[in-house]
């Protein structure tokens, strides 16, 4: 019960924190309530028979129990995903309370499913729903009329997923999306590795931190895996040391377009990440691995940290011999002038919407926030991230790493939104092709901070 | 007359199927991808979408950032190796089979087993052999007592190993492809030829060289047409195996199109690469072709 107000209380408050604006590609422009007092209208928890219930309340005119068609889903829960049970469970829970519905869905890699949705969406082959990243990416296909507006929907569901879990979603006061969790780059250790170089506890200053990583390289540990081929890897790392360097204020004011990358204060940021990885901190061959691969190794105890988002929390939990070994924390403050604790990166991306081709589209738009607020419930159960619905039934199975996430939330004071998330697609890519360079020592922080005020703004 | 009328009616009455196919397929999206190539496409849809002429080819001629002539300097160079190393490697392995010898058929199936397989699956392979951690290549380098021999970032993931990390999947897996090709031509030379050099005292090179190659020149010219051909528009590969990376070290106009089109939404640069890519494999055909008729065996032009 702890824990579902901290949950509740984190959900509230921590949003309006941050990401004022977003999806502002093709012009469309983010509605965000700023307010407190709305956040905080949202309930602290609410029965599983009692939210189910008053989602029977159809204002828009649906009855999902009287529907009977097909729907079709893409999303990229694949087997290795971490949210492939969440979805798995939720699918199965919508089939048994409505039969007459059949959903085919397909899961899709990651990377090759991005290039896939946006064919589809040009040739107008896609499904009914389909999973989306917030902001940019979603707002390119909302800018080209290919999404339907789920206002009429949202208004039955309001009580359940707080408006501003909804902010990223929202283009022109419309929204779009259905968010089903929120997460945050965590900074994950093995305490088995750090214990052997002395320290029983994650370093909570940055001059502790360099001085664990030295410890762990004199004792042959190397301290981070990276897979530098998949660039966004690299950027959960890069972005933490920004964070903690300029603070998330003028991280969010650059993100969002309304600073210049010329910031000498970000080239000093990118040249203590570089210096990082200079200082042989990160396993030199990461630069050639995937994301799988290095989670893989980390789990496996050859890093003893792994930055990455707090989806991970669920692998990690479902592994009994490396649950034990596992916490985490936020990256320490490297300029306390600047940035302090509390200011996180991440926010809430993983969405599911509904093609404004669809043929059943009223009927698609209430079945995907049944199922949106299902996912979300199975998701946070299995520590896939925190709910972007306000939780309901016995949550008290969530595993410790995942409460220790929202423990950190809860004492969240900002959010910067991940940054090939709030960019629009070729701003984003430009800015993953100078990080790719920045992982590998091509360029220093000068070289980033020119090229990226030259090329994108 | 009336005949003549109406025999021209009907081969063209046959032959409509297949125009409306040609021009439907090919002829109509080459030209959609020129016009394309002139906007500022910069979404999904057509809506907006701004005439810039030759502003596209001037950007990617002139970009720091898209590294185009990188991407096409590889592929040339591909093409290089295709031709130097790939192709002779299979004629050798063609002239050697179409000989005769034991096993020959067994030969020639595991020679072209890895064109059969899906080269997602080949790509996922050879990413496990080069692994840095577990591959076999550094296992066997291990047991040289050479484990210290991979570059620093890893096979695929160092700027100077991963081009030739690349090519050498490509070759294995196309060598066996090629290798029929000349192999169908070997075994068709006339056995009467081969015997009457060897009754005039030709050694098996000698036949190879002054008999056997010469008669198979068209099939060469093709191989090197596809080899050519197939390097400037290599992209499966490349993409599963590094997908352009490190640092666009194995960066080729297709994963170069690929990102433009699907992952920047530059619709319109995307379209321009495309245009380039088919310009380049046509000149390249036309290139070669003129070659092999210079030095046609018969001496004609």
Request: glycine fraction near 8%.
């Amino acid at each position: 019960m702890k824990l579902k107000k901290v949950v509740a209380l984190l959900l509230a408050g921590a949003m309006v924190l941050s990401m004022a604006a977003c999806g502002n590609d093709g012009g469309a422009s983010s509605s965000a309530p700023e307010s407190s007092e709305e956040s905080s209208a949202a309930p602290e928890s609410s029965e599983a028979d009692d939210s189910n219930a008053e989602a029977e309340n159809t204002t828009s005119g649906v009855d999902l129990s009287a529907a009977d068609c097909t729907l079709e889903m893409w999303c990229i829960a694949t087997e290795s995903d971490s949210n492939r049970h969440s979805y798995e469970a939720a699918i199965e829970e919508m089939a048994s309370e409505y039969p007459n519905i059949t959903l085919n869905w397909e899961a899709f890699e990651n990377q090759s499913y991005k290039t896939k949705i946006k064919a589809a969406m040009a040739a107008d082959e896609v499904p009914d729903i389909f999973f989306t990243w917030s902001c940019a990416f979603l707002g390119d296909f909302v800018a080209q009329d290919k999404v339907y507006c789920l206002d009429e929907t949202y208004a039955e569901y309001q009580s359940e997923l707080p408006e501003v879990m909804m902010a990223n979603s929202t283009y022109d006061g419309k929204h779009y999306g259905v968010p089903l969790t929120m997460n945050i780059v965590g900074l994950f250790a093995n305490m088995e590795l750090l214990e052997e170089a002395g320290y029983q506890e994650i370093p909570g200053t940055y001059d502790e931190f360099i001085a664990c990583c030295d410890a762990l390289k004199e004792k042959g540990i190397i301290p981070f895996g990276c897979a530098g081929s998949e660039t966004w890897c690299v950027t959960e790392y890069l972005e933490s040391v920004i964070e903690k360097s300029i603070g998330a204020d003028a991280m969010n004011d650059i993100f969002l377009g309304r600073a210049t990358w010329n910031n000498q204060e970000v080239a000093d940021a990118v040249d203590t990440f570089q210096s990082m990885v200079t200082n042989g901190y990160f396993d030199p061959n990461g630069i050639s691995l995937s994301n799988d691969e290095v989670k893989a190794n980390f789990m496996a105890g050859k890093y003893a940290f792994y930055m990455n988002g707090t989806w991970n929390c669920a692998d990690f939990a479902n592994d009994e011999n490396f649950f034990p070994k596992v916490k985490v924390a936020e990256f320490p403050v490297i300029n306390a002038d600047k940035s302090e604790l509390g200011q996180l990166i991440g926010g809430p991306s993983d969405t599911l919407a509904v093609t404004a081709a669809s043929e059943n589209a009223a009927v698609a738009a209430k079945y995907t926030f049944e199922l949106g607020k299902k996912i979300c419930h199975y998701g946070y159960l299995d520590g896939c991230g925190l709910p972007a619905w306000t939780p309901y039934g016995d949550t008290s199975s969530v595993n410790a790493l995942t409460q220790d996430v929202a423990q950190i939330c809860n004492e969240a004071k900002a959010y910067v939104l991940f940054g090939d998330t709030a960019m629009n697609a070729d701003e984003a890519n430009t800015y993953l092709d100078y990080v790719a360079q920045v992982y590998g020592s091509n360029i220093d922080g000068k070289g980033f901070i020119e090229g990226l005020a030259k090329d994108i703004r | 007359m009336k005949n003549k009328t109406y025999r021209n009616v009907t081969v063209f009455l046959f032959l409509l199927p297949g125009l409306i196919l040609f021009i439907g397929v090919l002829i109509a999206p080459i030209i959609m991808s020129v016009v394309y190539s002139l906007y500022d496409l910069r979404s999904i849809s057509t809506q907006g979408m701004e005439f810039i002429g030759l502003g596209n080819y001037q950007e990617l001629f002139t970009s720091g950032s898209i590294s185009f002539w990188k991407a096409l300097g590889n592929s040339l160079l591909l093409a290089a190796l295709s031709v130097f190393i790939q192709l002779p490697l299979s004629l050798g392995l063609a002239l050697m089979l179409g000989k005769g010898v034991k096993g020959e058929r067994a030969f020639l199936s595991v020679y072209f087993l890895p064109v059969l397989i899906s080269t997602v699956v080949i790509g996922q392979l050879w990413r496990k052999i080069y692994n840095p951690d577990y591959g076999i290549l550094n296992a066997v380098l291990g047991l040289f007592g050479a484990s210290n021999v991979m570059p620093t970032g890893g096979w695929l993931g160092n700027v100077s190993s991963a081009l030739w990390c690349v090519f050498i999947p490509t070759l294995w897996q196309y060598v066996g492809y090629h290798m029929l090709l000349m192999y169908a031509g070997v075994r068709s030379v006339s056995p009467d030829l081969r015997e009457a050099a060897k009754l005039d005292g030709a050694t098996d090179a000698q036949v190879d060289r002054y008999i056997v190659i010469p008669c198979i020149k068209p099939i060469l010219r093709v191989s090197v047409i596809f080899a050519v051909t197939g390097s400037l528009k290599s992209f499966d590969l490349i993409y599963v195996l590094t997908n352009g990376g490190p640092f666009h070290a194995t960066e080729v106009p297709s994963t170069l199109m690929i990102n433009m089109l699907f992952e920047r939404n530059r619709y319109g640069m995307g379209s321009t690469i495309a245009v380039l890519m088919i310009a380049l494999c046509f000149a390249f055909a036309i290139i070669i072709s003129a070659v092999f008729k210079e030095r046609d065996i018969y001496g004609k032009k």
